[in-house]
């Protein structure tokens, strides 16, 4: 992922294996990173969600970042933001990076839009992110 080959990286991880919870992450990483925001999607719920709908109280500041990202990249605005309302404030540059762009979105809507949002419309236009998306920690 530092040299910008997620699907050579996606080649290691499957031929070694990916039981460890931070090589999932790398996985689920390169997989957005390639444009596979559904199998992303998957490895992520695995990784965030237990009991089929509440957040694991011990994820990782990082998978529930990469949770809300690829939400975000399947155009599931509202999705992100749940989600992202539950990661805790810290110093962790992803959530930071991703708090930006969501700031930064919001201060470009328009009134009508914000409204909407507020009444759980969402607006049609996207977040843009920083950079590639996902975060290993």
């Known amino acids: 992922l530092q040299q910008d080959k997620p699907r050579e990286a996606i080649e290691l991880i499957t031929q070694f294996g990916s039981k460890n919870a931070e090589i999932r992450n790398a996985f689920g990483v ?3 990173r390639i444009g596979e925001h559904d199998k992303a999607l998957e490895v992520y719920r695995s990784l965030c969600i237990s009991q089929g709908v509440c957040l694991k109280p011990d994820a990782p ?3 529930l970042v990469n949770y809300a990202t690829v939400l ?3 155009h599931n605005i509202s999705g992100c933001l749940d989600i992202l309302r539950q990661v805790p404030a810290s110093d962790n540059p992803g959530a930071m990076r991703l708090r930006t762009a969501v700031d930064r979105w919001r201060k470009s809507l328009s009134l009508w839009q914000r409204l909407g949002l507020l009444c759980g419309f969402e607006p049609g236009a996207a977040i843009q ?3 590639p998306p996902g975060v290993l920690a």
């Open 129 to 131: 992110l920083d950079g």
């Open 72 to 74: 975000l990249l399947l």
């Open 61 to 63: 500041i990082a998978h």
């Open 30 to 32: 390169c997989l957005m």
